[in-house]
């Protein structure tokens, strides 16, 4: 499966905006209910709204002209009443759809958080670190503007326009349509140009994207930078970022602006027709004044939110463009999905076996040849064989990281593929090449997504770790298990990193370990201790080590020899030495 | 009083990053009062026209000229207003990246790191949007909507002071909610950035772990801390969202209250004959026209206070004092290293103590000691990474901070224990540096043993890596940092434990290589393997952080029983490495 958010080989995106939109509220689909209540209380708003040009206009013509004060005072109280009851229900409207807003943004983010975290590593190395932290906290951004601030606003001033249009038209029909016509310019305006202003926000908020990667990738290698003296590079990096990112924010700010000066100009427009036509109507007799003055107020009232439509129209689009790259998310799928286990229970007593497997990452050669392994209970195992000859992939196999693309990976005489991932995490133990901290502390990483110490007091925890013979290695660090981490800080060293991920591995006591090359930058005064700690693991376990140094392997039980891309027995040490040191490296 | 004055003092700062751009925004200014000026004089031109029929001397055709003159000239200034709108906000957005961007550049590898990546990229992206929506949107509302507002209130005043008075009494009420709802408003919004941060700490190690959380089937533990993040975030949204709730009624109440006023005072004063209908019709438009802008600053006060707290963040970057300004010398180094008494404190616990050694040029030093002795650190102080608490690093009997960091950096090699590739093309990756060469480039591919693998590859040196450099095994990154160290022809090459990951066979390869084609460099060369380093120069044993012993491999097999321990761990294997 292609994961590469950016290059989109398949179909292109090309959904219409409504049915975006409807997929987008199937999100929010259990905020119904306060949609439906700030939908009430903005309606109600919006009728008391437009009730107060119609009821000043009534007392015009009816008590201001006809100087009675009385009636002026009366209509002044009722006006005052309705404005009380706005002072609520604008309260109530703002409030609703603010959270709404706010519930919908903490939705979206959830779900492609969650979306993100079943997608296999092969997702994470093919895209930066940086577009996705941008994916989730800047395209979500877009919608939550769009949606706390400018869908109350959007509904709001729909209604009011909506209302304020069949009060024209009920008024009077003929003037009406003529403050009516140039709604349909802008009707006309809008669509022609909505897709072009989606687009250029596209083509934005990619280069944030972009820009953000660039930063990302720039900050977390920042001691190369400085070592290899090229300050200036981080700086040509992202200011050419930046330039890109400048060049599309101009495109989408000034397509977001085109609407709003052609909508003021159609609603001046609109103005002088009822001006014009009011005034031939009222010389036929048709009319009055004091309608005309009243008419004027609703063509403001109908233009006036058509107006704000205008910039809540282009934020529509802008967050529609962003729900476009939150889509691609997540319409990825796994493909590491668990199968329905069809296979003949196999007799071979092989905690883990290898039929056929062949393996290459997708638009990549093959990497793994037909592979044939089996992995016995209890033992131990080295895969050994120059840089590049496909040991980590292997492991990766193994751990089920990726699925062979020929071939059958099985565990207990299972597929592999028919485990339920935590059932399969729990048997299988791999220390990663590039041990990876939490910011925390040692305690926090050691006891890194182990349900096991749940509820233990550090002294059951310091019991529990004498116990599996790691009280050693935590006397390494400083203070213990309390001494505080930052994830990719430099304050622990790597060796010290590894011990915590060895740590982190032994006490969730797999059946099968593997180590790739998990000690490389430990001293080899500990690493012979980390040698005892593996040989006291209960005797079930089965261990898998990968490594150069040849004092981590030298207890092998066996020894597989992996190079350019096939597996085989190397038989004794020596012969694998021989192998090793005489062999070509092919990398 | 005092808080008031701190943050007067900050939005003198945000409007500090227009100053390049007064011209603009002058122009900005121009255009806007032109077109809202004329905006105003629309209802002008309606009510005279009513009034004009009233009294029977309506014409049409001057009033529509009149008219859809006064539109055009709107429209096009508007967009003109538009453009340089657009202009000017994506460009104070770009130059206030650069200039933070040039800042972070400029700071040393300590501050980067405390200062916290996910921070700094909150500060990039979302703390400088807003300010930028504050340029595009905030200012140009503001000033027309206070335009509007006077312009209104004086027209007002011309027509009759005296209900013109009474109308604009109510405004305050306006003035006084913002001030109370906005004050709170900063607040929380400078909060909810240090979420927006925390947020981001937790999908970034999210997405670097991906791996191992994905062995150890931990996906949903941390979906778990997402959502303890994102539902504080969420916590702070809903405030924010209740204080605008509160703001925004009251806006239209005391709008309403404002019409009401007129209705029920100018209605009187129509009643007594002292006003003219025209006259009233006028004020009623007028008033219409002075609720939008109230409201368009009530909508902006939540971007001034998202700006205001965001460019507070920023300040704190900007305003960081500048790395001392490095040395001057250029000298071409020989490669004689001293350390003398240097001590290096990571927060209160040292991590070095009182080292001293030296080393000749062009000879071979190997450190050795147990994980965290401070074996990489002495290398970070050697490439100025790392400054010492106390003591001096000396290279040719200057210290490290003299030379002229570009002089400097292109005479030392420095191979990381760990891994680090960037998300281009291989032939950037080895040549980091400009001033390498093609044939420099060429030497440090073959002296890494990495021609065989390059020709492998489908583009070759072109070849894109990507990030982190998840397509290479870790030899394969190994030997890319080592070419990337010797491409710039050093004269002291620092090794971090590079033979960790790379098989002994290619290592011993590399080891010669870099003796025949580099001659005369000094290594200093940190690593675990005794077997390797037996023929060096010196050998320095370091153990938290103190040199415990040092010498030849011969001297310290006879005085070191800390050397023989570790040589013992690692003889059962030994002879088979020393075959080759």
């Known amino acids: 499966m292609n994961y590469n958010l950016n290059k989109y080989t398949g179909k292109e995106h090309k959904t219409s905006n409504y049915t975006a939109f409807r997929n987008l509220l199937q999100l929010i689909s259990h905020e119904k209910k306060n949609l439906v209540v700030a939908l009430l209380a903005i309606l109600l708003n919006s009728t008391l709204n437009l009730l107060g040009p119609f009821l000043i206009g009534y007392t015009i013509d009816h008590y201001v002209q006809h100087k009675q004060y009385h009636g002026v005072l009366v209509f002044s109280g009722i006006l005052l009443a309705m404005y009380l009851v706005a002072l609520f229900t604008s309260f109530f409207q703002t409030k609703l759809m603010g959270s709404v807003g706010q519930r919908t943004l903490f939705t979206l983010r959830n779900t492609i958080f969650s979306k993100i975290q079943q997608l296999p590593v092969a997702f994470f190395n093919q895209n930066k670190a940086g577009d996705l932290i941008s ?453 | 009083m005092k808080q008031e004055a701190g943050t007067k003092k900050k939005e003198a700062g945000i409007f500090s990053l227009l100053q390049p751009y007064m011209g603009m925004v002058a122009l900005l200014i121009l255009f806007t009062l032109v077109s809202n000026g004329l905006n105003l004089w629309l209802p002008k031109i309606i009510g005279n026209g009513i009034d004009a029929y009233e009294h029977g001397t309506f014409q049409l055709q001057p009033l529509l000229i009149k008219f859809m003159v006064a539109v055009i000239i709107i429209l096009t200034f508007t967009y003109l207003q538009n453009i340089i709108q657009t202009y000017v906000s994506e460009q104070v957005a770009r130059n206030l990246r650069t200039k933070i961007s040039d800042k972070i550049s400029g700071q040393s590898y300590a501050w980067v790191e405390q200062a916290n990546p996910s921070r700094l990229l909150t500060n990039l992206i979302a703390d400088v949007d807003s300010i930028k929506l504050f340029v595009s949107q905030a200012i140009v509302s503001l000033v027309s909507s206070l335009f509007i507002i006077i312009g209104a209130s004086i027209l007002l005043l011309t027509i009759n002071w005296k209900l013109a008075l009474a109308v604009i009494a109510t405004l305050p009420v306006i003035g006084i909610t913002f001030f109370l709802v906005l004050r709170k408003v900063r607040a929380m919004f400078m909060k909810s950035r240090e979420i927006m941060d925390w947020l981001n700490k937790v999908i970034n190690e999210s997405i670097l772990g991906a791996a191992l959380i994905r062995v150890i089937n931990s996906q949903q533990l941390e979906y778990e801390k997402f959502l303890d993040a994102n539902s504080k975030a969420m916590g702070f949204g809903l405030s924010i969202v209740r204080l605008f709730a509160g703001l925004i009624p009251v806006i239209t109440f005391t709008a309403g209250i404002a019409g009401l006023i007129i209705l029920s005072l100018g209605g009187h004063f129509v009643i007594t004959n002292s006003m003219t209908l025209g006259d009233f019709a006028a004020f009623n438009s007028y008033l219409a026209l002075l609720i939008f802008p109230i409201l368009v600053i009530g909508f902006m006060s939540n971007i001034i206070a998202q700006a205001t707290a965001s460019y507070q963040r920023i300040s704190a970057v900007i305003n960081m004092p500048d790395l001392m300004p490095g040395g001057t010398l250029t000298a071409q180094l020989k490669g004689d290293i001293a350390f003398n008494g240097v001590t290096v404190n990571y927060g209160q616990k040292p991590v070095l103590k009182d080292i001293s050694f030296s080393v000749k040029a062009g000879s071979k030093v190997a450190v050795i000691g147990p994980t965290a002795a401070g074996k990489t650190q002495l290398l970070n102080l050697l490439t100025g990474l790392l400054k010492p608490s106390s003591g001096s690093v000396l290279v040719d009997g200057h210290p490290v901070t003299d030379y002229n960091s570009e002089s400097f950096h292109s005479q030392v090699g420095f191979v990381f224990q760990d891994s680090i590739i960037f998300n281009m093309s291989i032939r950037e990756n080895i040549a980091f540096n400009d001033t390498v060469t093609d044939e420099a480039l060429e030497k440090a591919i073959q002296a890494a043993e990495l021609k065989e693998f390059i020709n492998s590859l489908p583009n070759k040196l072109d070849t894109i890596v990507s990030e982190r450099g998840a397509s290479l095994s870790g030899g394969q990154k190994q030997r890319i940092m080592l070419a990337r160290a010797l491409a710039v022809n050093p004269k002291i090459l620092l090794l971090d434990d590079f033979t960790a990951r790379v098989d002994n066979n290619t290592e011993q390869k590399i080891l010669r290589n870099v003796q025949l084609l580099y001659p005369g460099i000094t290594l200093l060369s940190v690593t675990q393997k005794i077997a390797a380093v037996t023929h060096y120069d010196q050998i320095i044993l370091l153990m938290q952080g103190e040199i415990i012993a040092g010498g030849t491999h011969q001297e310290l097999m006879l005085t070191s029983p800390e050397y023989i321990q570790i040589f013992n761990s690692q003889q059962s294997t030994s002879n088979y490495e020393l075959q080759s």
């Open chain 1, 135 to 587: 994916r989730v906290n800047n395209d979500t951004d877009k919608l939550n503007q769009f949606f706390s601030q400018s869908l109350m606003q959007f509904v709001g001033n729909i209604v009011t326009m909506i209302g304020a249009g069949v009060f024209l038209l009920i008024i009077n029909y003929k003037i009406g349509i003529a403050a009516l016509a140039p709604a349909l310019l802008i009707l006309l305006f809008t669509r022609v140009l909505s897709p072009w202003i989606k687009r250029k926000n596209a083509a934005n908020l990619k280069t944030v994207g972009g820009m953000s990667a660039e930063i990302q990738e720039s900050l977390s290698n920042f001691k190369v930078i400085i070592a290899f003296n090229r300050r200036d590079y981080f700086r040509k990096r992202f200011n050419e970022a930046n330039e890109k990112n400048y060049q599309t924010a101009i495109g989408a700010g000034l397509a977001n602006n085109i609407f709003l000066p052609f909508y003021a100009m159609c609603a001046s427009v609109a103005q002088l027709l009822v001006l014009t036509g009011g005034i031939y109507l009222i010389s036929e007799g048709e009319f009055s004044i004091g309608l005309l003055v009243s008419y004027l107020a609703y063509a403001t009232y109908f233009y006036n939110p058509l107006r704000q439509l205008a910039t809540l129209w282009a934020n529509f689009q802008v967050a529609m463009a962003g729900w476009d790259r939150i889509a691609e998310i997540l319409e990825l799928e796994t493909d590491l999905i668990t199968v329905p286990d069809t296979m003949q229970p196999s007799l071979s007593p092989a905690l883990l076996e290898f039929r056929n497997v062949h393996f290459g990452y997708p638009e990549g050669r093959e990497i793994l040849h037909n592979i044939n392994l089996s992995l016995e209970r209890g033992k131990t195992y080295a895969l050994v064989g120059p840089t590049g000859g496909g040991k980590t992939t292997t492991a990766s196999l193994i751990a089920r990281l990726y699925d062979p693309t020929q071939g059958t990976v099985l565990l207990n005489g299972k597929d592999i593929r028919a485990y339920a991932a935590d059932e399969r995490s729990r048997k299988i133990g791999f220390i990663l090449q590039e041990p990876f901290l939490f910011t925390g502390t040692v305690k926090e990483n050691i006891l890194y997504g182990n349900p096991r110490y749940n509820d233990y007091t550090n002294e059951q925890l310091t019991e529990a770790i004498r116990e599996a013979n790691l009280e050693k290695l935590l006397a390494i660090f400083e203070n213990g298990l309390d001494t505080k981490v930052i994830s990719g800080g430099d304050g622990v060293s790597l060796g010290q990193k590894q011990l915590i991920a060895f740590m982190r591995a032994v006490l969730r006591q797999p059946d099968l370990l593997i180590l790739d090359e998990a000690t490389a930058n430990i001293d080899t005064v500990t690493e012979q201790l980390l040698g005892e700690i593996l040989e006291k693991l209960p005797g079930t376990t089965t261990r898998v080590i990968i490594a150069h140094r040849l004092n981590t392997i030298e207890n092998a039980d066996e020894i597989f020899f992996v190079n350019s891309g096939e597996v085989t027995r190397a038989g004794s040490l020596q012969n694998a030495m021989e192998k090793l040191l005489h062999g070509v490296r092919e990398s």
